[in-house]
T-cell receptor
Framework: DSGVTQTPKHLITATGQRVTLRCSPR?????VYWYQQSLDQGLQFLIH???????AKGNILERFSAQQFPDLHSELNLSSLELGDSALYFC???????????????FGPGTRLTVL | DQQVKQNSPSLSVQEGRISILNCDYT??????FLWYKKYPAEGPTFLIS?????DKNEDGRFTVFLNKSAKHLSLHIVPSQPGDSAVYFC?????????????FGKGTRLSVIA
């Protein structure tokens, strides 16, 4: 158990709908990352939040948005869903880095989104 | 443009033998490399890492080798065990900071046959 929780585990919805995926990082971790894994693809970085602020954006569509709340949990909002948005969505967290150390990212179990 | 490439989608190895998983990268700014292991229905879990100042890092049965001039790294598992059967992802980062996103390869599915 990585200590990162994601809900829901599975989500089935229809095209055009909007969904919210939730992530709670490990206790003490200030950084939250969202990744998307489509079929036969590696994990594609979507967005990174650090202590409530957006730090970096990757291949995130304009229909997708995220936020990190004061309690450090994060939500990924996906709207106007298309068939191609069906994928596994992972959240990862890491500690803040202040000097020299190297910290891996700890991943949640993922949310499997199916758009019909 | 794939910056981290794992050219073998799958690999089968006999139990007790060596498993070698390969990874190539194109971005010379990458300085830190990680291997993650993923079982079905679970998130990736960190396995081992190496920074660009080293060419080898060992942790038990797992050793990662880095050849910076060739932009190539490999993960060796010796001896391979059935429980090692999983998808292995190579990932890279331009910094040693925990505050940068990782760039992942597409993964290699390892099957260890008893």
């Amino acid at each position: 158990d990585s200590g990162v929780t994601q809900t829901p585990k599975h989500l089935i919805t229809a095209t055009g709908q909007r969904v919210t995926l939730r992530c709670s990082p490990r206790s003490g971790d200030l950084s939250v990352y969202w990744y998307q894994q489509s079929l036969d693809q590696g994990l594609q970085f979507l967005i990174h939040y650090y202590n409530g602020e957006e730090r970096a954006k990757g291949n995130i569509l304009e229909r997708f948005s995220a936020q990190q709340f004061p309690d450090l949990h994060s939500e990924l909002n996906l709207s106007s869903l298309e068939l191609g948005d069906s994928a596994l969505y992972f959240c990862a967290s890491s500690v803040a880095i202040t000097s020299g150390g190297v910290y891996e990212q700890f991943f949640g179990p993922g949310t499997r989104l199916t758009v019909l | 443009d794939q910056q981290v490439k794992q050219n073998s989608p799958s690999l089968s190895v006999q139990e007790g033998r060596i498993s070698i998983l390969n990874c190539d990268y194109t971005n010379s700014m990458f300085d830190y490399f990680l291997w993650y292991k993923k079982y079905p229905a679970e998130g990736p879990t960190f396995l081992i890492s190496i920074s660009s100042i080293k060419d080898k890092n060992e942790d038990g049965r797992f050793t990662v080798f880095l050849n910076k001039s060739a932009k190539h790294l490999s993960l060796h598992i010796v001896p391979s065990q059935p429980g090692d059967s999983a998808v292995y992802f190579c990932a890279a980062s331009p910094t040693l900071s925990g505050n940068t996103p990782l760039v992942f390869g597409k993964g290699t599915r390892l099957s260890v046959i008893a």
